[in-house]
């Protein structure tokens, strides 16, 4: 294969031009048009449609010559030389045909035609020429060959850019259809390097190993040391694993495929076709899957350990991929590429953040501590979203309340004010949110509320917004009291209105979901005991039997019931014990329809968690935090570091706002 150098050498320096399609090509079929159109139309003065009636006239004044009836449908009357001129001059006429047919005219049926002409004749004392015509349209023989011959013509099309593609080193006929891998190298004009990866430092120090070796593979050889073949990136949708892989080819300096050597193949979303192979072949089998697995297989095992060509793959499930494409030899490495900490997002908006123009006083750690759980995709859609809101509104700049209102809709969805709703389900939806409100607000372990309003967004009439504390280890009491809120908007309509409403149908779903989690999953139960029923393969909702009993499954549903009782219940209390509050809450959302953390503070008064930290924070600074002992639900409360997920696949327990 010739190398990049030659091929510039043998082109003078310049990149080789492919040729596109030739014109005349173009212009041939543009004549064949022109000529079916002219033919089609037959030229500017074609003959004049009319009727029988009209006819009839003409022939009593002496003017038809003869009439043509063609096909026994139509009838083409010619006129007398000297009574062409004479229709002619008509404004109506102006246009007929000099010499040939003038008028046509449908017949009907050919009998009655027949009978009607000798009548006229008859009555008028003319004698009309009368012919019968059998004629074949080749058009229309042509229109019904048009479907394959445009079919033809595609192919033909699909072909030629099939070998233009070929002669530009693209692949030939036979990859007609097949995806196209991209190359990352350091002449590229998008190149990628670390510096625009913000955050994922613990990532960048495991993959800076493979961009060392590809650099200077000398220095691993003399040791004996041998690089890893493959390294698997793991994390959730959007938190930068392609954006990672791409610094690496750009810092690398690397190019593609084993003739280029060293070089690094990177393969997204892996868990397409590395998913675990079924046991059971008639069952859920995929052959063209599991043949490309295989293949994928026997090519990673053809590059040599220190042939220089290293294989990055991504995945959101590496709990699904099969074992043989996991083991030692292949991957040998997995590299975590998890959700970011609220320094790393902070890093994330200032990259994000660098062509925008900002309102100067702009805190951006203020906007990484609005945007827990989000990803670097969603921190660039917040930055992208805020833009738009506020050239929307004419400003000059982007502040803090285009990013929240990005926020709001990116999580919430789009505002929908101008939507039709009662006012009794208005009362009815600000007593459900002023619900969930209050039972966060004065339960310790719930997540604090940030707002709270009933203007519809998205598909959800109300929504409260919440700030999960991104902690590293959930107790089974942050879980009954984030539950008891959820359910916090079902109590209310139940102990204000004594009914319950359809609305609450997303909050059951995830209280449920969670007290699920506790029971079968986190083994929080006491009568179902310290066992987990948790299928990481994510093979569990295809199995045909479950991993427990009948008399398992109805004591996990009872133990899951009973704890959504009990939490259902605490809501109540909550709101019975506040009532008064709750109250001047949901007057308060009738009235300004928005409300924040700042009006429930005025309301309760400070959480007993803010309270707890604050006495903490406030004996750490006595010098008290040293002498006396402090008690794991106060070290709990009064720990203030970053934390970050918990390892392994854990069920989605739906941290999102609650609507």
């Not at 285009?402 to 009815?428: Q, W, Y």
């Not at 310290?530 to 499954?553: C, F, I, R």
């Not at 004996?619 to 970053?642: N, Q, Y």
Request: glycine share 8%.
């Amino acid at each position: 294969m010739a190398s990049k150098n030659q091929n510039n050498k043998n082109s003078g320096g310049r990149r080789p031009q492919i040729r596109p399609m030739g014109y005349g090509m173009w212009i041939y079929g543009l004549l064949f048009l022109l000529i079916i159109g002219w033919s089609w139309l037959g030229g500017s003065e074609s003959p004049v449609k009319t009727n029988w009636n009209t006819v009839e006239q003409m022939i009593a004044d002496g003017d038809v010559e003869s009439i043509e009836v063609v096909n026994k449908e139509q009838a083409n009357v010619r006129l007398r030389s000297e009574a062409v001129e004479k229709y002619a001059a008509r404004p109506e006429y102006k246009n007929i045909p000099r010499r040939g047919t003038q008028f046509v005219f449908n017949i009907g049926d050919v009998a009655t035609f027949r009978q009607d002409l000798d009548r006229a004749e008859e009555q008028y004392g003319q004698a009309v020429l009368l012919t019968y015509e059998t004629k074949h349209n080749i058009w229309l023989d042509v229109l019904g060959f048009l479907p394959f011959i445009l079919l033809m013509v595609f192919f033909i099309v699909m072909m030629r850019n099939a070998s233009k593609n070929a002669a530009g080193g693209q692949g030939g006929v036979f990859n007609v259809g097949k995806a196209k891998a991209q190359v990352f190298d350091a002449n590229n004009k998008d190149r990628v390097t670390f510096k625009d990866v913000a955050g994922l430092e613990e990532a960048k120090v495991e993959i800076m190993e493979i961009v060392d070796f590809l650099r200077n593979p000398q220095k691993y050889r003399e040791l004996g040391g041998k690089i890893p073949k493959g390294a698997l990136l793991v994390g959730p949708p959007g938190t930068g694993k392609t954006l990672l892989a791409k610094a690496v080819a750009g810092e690398a300096n690397v190019r593609q495929a084993k003739e280029k050597a060293p070089c690094i193949v990177f393969i997204d979303e892996i868990d397409a076709v590395g998913r675990a192979r079924s046991k059971n072949a008639g069952f859920s089998s995929n052959d063209e899957r599991e043949n490309t697995l295989n293949q994928l297989l026997t090519e990673m095992d053809g590059f040599g350990t220190n042939s220089g060509v290293i294989i990055l793959a991504a995945t959101n499930r590496a709990d699904i991929l099969d074992k043989a494409l996991m083991r030692a030899g292949r991957f040998d490495r997995q590299i975590e590429v998890g959700l970011p900490d609220v320094k790393e997002r902070a890093e994330i908006f200032d990259v994000h953040l660098r062509n925008i123009k900002l309102d100067p006083n702009l805190d951006r750690d203020f906007l990484a501590k609005q945007t827990p759980g989000f990803s670097g995709a969603d921190i660039a859609n917040v930055c992208n979203e805020a833009a738009l809101i506020a050239a929307r509104h004419d400003k000059k700049f982007v502040g803090r309340e285009d990013f929240l209102s990005a926020i709001d809709r990116i999580v919430g969805g789009l505002e929908r004010r101008n939507m039709i709703i009662t006012p009794e389900e208005k009362r009815l939806i600000a007593y459900h949110e002023a619900g969930h409100a209050t039972v966060s607000w004065i339960l310790e372990y719930a997540n604090p509320l940030i707002k709270v309003t009933i203007i519809p967004r998205g598909r959800a009439l109300g929504a409260a917004w919440y700030l999960p504390e991104e902690r590293q280890v959930t107790t089974r009491e942050q879980i009954m009291d984030d539950i008891a809120s959820t359910l916090g908007g079902r109590a209310a309509e139940k102990l204000v209105f004594d009914t319950l409403g359809s609305g609450a149908l997303n909050d059951l779903e995830v209280a449920t979901k969670k007290a699920y989690s506790m029971v079968a999953y986190l083994g929080m139960s006491d009568k179902v005991g310290n066992m987990s029923y948790y299928d990481s393969s994510g093979q569990g909702e295809m199995a045909l039997t479950k991993p427990y009993s009948e008399q398992t499954a109805e004591l996990i549903d009872k133990e899951v019931k009973r704890l959504l009782d009990d939490a259902f219940a605490l809501a109540t209390k909550v709101l019975r014990e506040h009532r008064d509050g709750f109250t001047q809450l949901a007057e308060l959302l009738l009235e300004k329809e928005v409300v924040f953390s700042e009006d429930l503070e005025r309301i309760f008064g400070k959480r007993i968690k803010d309270i707890k930290r604050e006495q903490a924070e406030a004996a750490a600074a006595a010098g008290a935090a040293d002498s006396d002992p402090v008690s794991v639900t106060d070290a709990e409360l009064a720990f203030g570091g970053e934390t970050v997920a918990e390892p392994g696949a854990a069920p989605d327990w739906g941290e999102k706002p609650e609507k």
